[in-house]
């Protein structure tokens, strides 16, 4: 088993990384304060996972909420769903929470345990790659808002998280990839060590060999964990973990939530902003092939959607949570391993790739 | 002017107490970090207020949202409403949200700025009495829930707290005495000579002199600060300030929001408080009468709406938010000047005083 640690003084947790982890209950338990859970799950993984969380809990007062599946359900309606039933369930202050579950529930799970009575604990068991190696780590807690994603929301920490690899067995093929763009993101924005590696294990990676899968989401946890203990509330270099996210969002928002994957979104929108880097004359132009080259081996999509012209990206891209006095703030690959934040990107020069 | 400094490390802020605060524009533009801001208030305020703080305003980028007056307003559906209004109108995380009301303005205003975009900076004005000496000062945000009270909120600081007496004199009569149910609290929670002197200056307090409303509102928010300081988020003697809470919770929902005010349900929650402390043999008969006359002084209530009986107070109780593992937890007075929390009240007792 891996173990890392999130360093964040009181707050900091315990990240452990294993096989058969939904199998030992002592790293589960130890987390949880008192003698009431509630565990929020969406209906695809309740039917997979539920009953393994359960059993490892049956010394406690096990309470559940299951969510329809899908981005779209990231919503205040949900969020409110949750207090409702905690509120008539008479959970105290002193239940945990734990989000069973993927980017969405482990979201939107944080969120209403940030705000729930003012705040209580709660525990990420992530079950697709993507919250693996992402979204369950770091406290980035929030629900949708139709005029932005993860507009409304909370900087909380778990109390612990603990992934499982077997549970990328049953996750859909399209979902392992959309995962694969956040951890082939790691390797643009600082690592290019880690960028290589993956250029030479894709075939085990795919393969889905034990051993390759745990190093892979340990090394993005660690590179995650050294930013977010470094810069909690993105005041500063934890904004570079939004490489791709920028072009991304837009690209979500126009398509609607859920059409494209998270991941997918990311993916195009890393090799954007690579474009606009080529186009400034930073990265090689033969780099940007590789980009596209290990994100296409994951069979990511590298182009917009073709309905999207440069006005229906910068509509979305003028309401990013990055922009500070209405500039635009955008995350380039300046090489594969060194990522920057920049503010003079021109509209004109945006327009030139997009 | 009276200056105090609430101490929490890198989020202290500064709280002003003085007549004509609202004329001093320099006090509220040094703590707004960039140059929009959006104003919070209520429909009754804004005709008040609101274009005196926008006077002070003028080098700003001034957005405004009135939402309707009273407590049912303070609900996640204008919670939504807020985010929405900010979202529509492309505010960054560097816009500074200003609170310009009462508790109801100031706790929805602070809920919405510690979520909006994962937090951004605000400032509070309050404008009431209560809010003045409560609910401006210590972070505690939130939004009611139709199965109680501030169940949805977060511990969230703001950046500076501006209170200008002259408010007050536009405040109904109803609102003062309710206020000065929660300035009767310090004193019985953890002031004794606060007390006699309210004892003694009620006569110049409802004369609205302007030193003594200085000075009581002083000595409550250095009461505040004290205890806020020491217990940010409530895990230990912050409970105390929750004196005559956990009954008046229980009549406001009962009741309605609205219906009783906040600090009536406060003044009879401390005289069920009291009563069930003399019912312990703690605090003296003539100690409890002395309360009933302060806070009748005030024309405050002392007894609970003859609907409610045992059961409908319990059921409220229950739900509590100091509850632990089930558990009752109340706050009563030892003796005018010194407060505990309490585990250890049996619902025979309760059913005995209420």
């Not at 905690?86 to 239940?95: K, Q």
Request: glycine share 8%; proline share 3%.
């Amino acid at each position: 088993m891996a173990t890392l640690q999130l360093d964040l003084a009181e707050r900091s947790y315990p990240i452990y990384i294993d096989s058969h982890l939904l199998k030992a209950g002592e790293l589960l338990t130890k987390h949880i304060r008192a003698k009431r859970v509630c565990v929020v799950t969406n209906d695809v993984v309740s039917q997979l996972y539920l009953s393994s969380v359960k059993e490892l809990l049956s010394d406690f007062q096990v309470d559940e909420i299951i969510l329809p599946d899908g981005e779209a359900e990231k919503s205040l309606h949900n969020f409110e769903k949750i207090m409702s039933h905690l509120l008539a369930n008479t959970h105290g202050r002193d239940t945990t929470l734990i989000a069973l579950g993927g980017g969405v529930i482990g979201d939107i799970t944080g969120f209403a345990a940030a705000c729930y009575q003012r705040g209580i604990d709660f525990i990420q068991i992530p079950t697709t790659l993507l919250s693996q190696v992402d979204s369950s780590v770091g406290g980035k807690t929030a629900v949708n808002h139709p005029l932005g994603k993860n507009m409304i929301g909370a900087f909380y920490q778990p109390k612990a998280v603990l992934i499982d690899i077997n549970s990328l067995a049953t996750l859909p093929a399209r979902e392992f990839s959309a995962g694969m763009a956040e951890v082939i993101k790691y390797g643009i924005l600082g690592d290019r060590e880690f960028f290589y590696w993956l250029e030479q294990h894709t075939d085990a990676i795919k393969a889905s060999e034990s051993s390759v899968l745990i190093e892979m989401i340990e090394r993005c946890c660690q590179c995650k964990a050294d930013i977010v203990s470094q810069d909690e509330t993105e005041a500063g270099c934890r904004a570079l973990l939004n490489l791709g996210h920028t072009f991304g969002h837009a690209i979500e928002a126009e398509q609607g939530y859920g059409n494209w994957l998270h991941g997918e979104a990311v993916a195009t929108g890393m090799v954007l902003a690579a474009k606009l880097s080529v186009a400034l004359n930073l990265l090689e132009a033969s780099e940007l092939r590789r980009i596209e080259s290990l994100l296409a081996a994951f069979d990511l999509p590298l182009e917009a959607p073709e309905t999207m012209d440069f006005h229906s990206f910068i509509k979305h891209m003028r309401r990013d949570k990055k922009n500070i006095g209405g500039k635009l703030r955008l995350i380039i690959p300046n090489t594969i391993g060194q990522a920057v934040m920049r503010d003079d990107i021109s509209e004109d020069m945006l327009q030139q790739i997009l």
